[in-house]
């Protein structure tokens, strides 16, 4: 089944311990991104890659590191978590960037006290 | 900067009626439109999308839209609402520009279905 996983779905951490968001998807597809979720903002980019070792900044990247060291996988890192990162995770992969159907993952709800 | 607009954040209808969610885009170029539902604890899936060709584009489970160049609009409809379709539904955009690099997400609208 294609699909794209993310673990862990749900997630309660206190400012400062840093934290990796796995994502991996089984589709080989070259495009990946990680968005975050937020009540009447939509969603909104935070990290893109468009291919093993090539990753660039979204629209909201501060606080956040990606890595693509393989094609099937594109963990989001959060160094030192704050507040006001407090939101629902998605990552998502897709053929080609522009016209194609991004596949989502189930997200992960992530709580920073 | 291309933007991406839906009136309306939350949608009521009753089941049975029309199903009618708005969206419009901001860019003189056309770009490439999509609606995606998000279900209750789930990621978002595809519902449609318009690239090119014909302006009408049907999606699953009986939703449809029309890309309206003159009106830079998407909306999204549905003839009879049924209970399932409670959810949140988000218009999104790409550019067709080569180097465009995102799809840009609308802000979302809940719409609940009245028994």
């Known amino acids: 089944e294609a699909q794209v996983t993310q673990n862990p779905r749900y997630l309660i951490t206190v400012t400062g311990k840093k934290l990796t968001v796995t994502c991996s998807q089984n589709?080989?597809?070259?495009?990946m991104s990680w968005y975050r979720q937020d009540p009447g903002l939509g969603l909104r980019q935070i990290y893109y890659?468009?291919?093993?070792?090539?990753?660039d900044k979204g629209d909201v990247p501060e606080g956040y590191k990606v890595s693509r060291k393989e094609k099937r996988n594109f963990p989001l890192i959060l160094e030192s978590p704050s507040p006001n990162q407090t939101s629902l995770y998605f990552c998502?992969?897709?053929?080609?960037?522009?016209?194609?159907?991004?596949?989502f993952g189930p997200g992960t709800r992530l709580t920073v006290l | 900067a291309q933007s991406v607009t839906q009136l309306g954040s939350h949608v009521s209808v009753s089941e049975g009626a029309l199903v009618l969610l708005r969206c419009n885009y901001s860019s003189s170029v056309p770009p490439y439109l999509f609606w995606y539902v998000q279900y209750p604890n789930q990621g978002l899936q595809l519902l449609l999308k318009y690239t090119t060709g014909a302006t009408l584009v049907k999606g699953i489970n009986g939703f449809e839209a029309e890309f309206k160049k003159s009106e830079t609009s998407f909306h999204l409809t549905k003839p009879s609402a049924h209970m399932s379709d409670a959810a949140e539904y988000f218009c999104?955009?790409?550019?067709?520009?080569?180097?465009?690099?995102?799809?840009?997400f609308g802000s979302g609208t809940r719409l609940s279905i009245r028994p």
């Open positions: 589709m080989n597809h070259e495009y």
């Open positions: 998502a992969s897709s053929a080609h960037l522009r016209w194609d159907e991004q596949f």
């Open positions: 890659s468009m291919n093993v070792e090539v990753t």
């Open positions: 999104a955009v790409s550019d067709r520009d080569s180097s465009a690099s995102k799809i840009i």
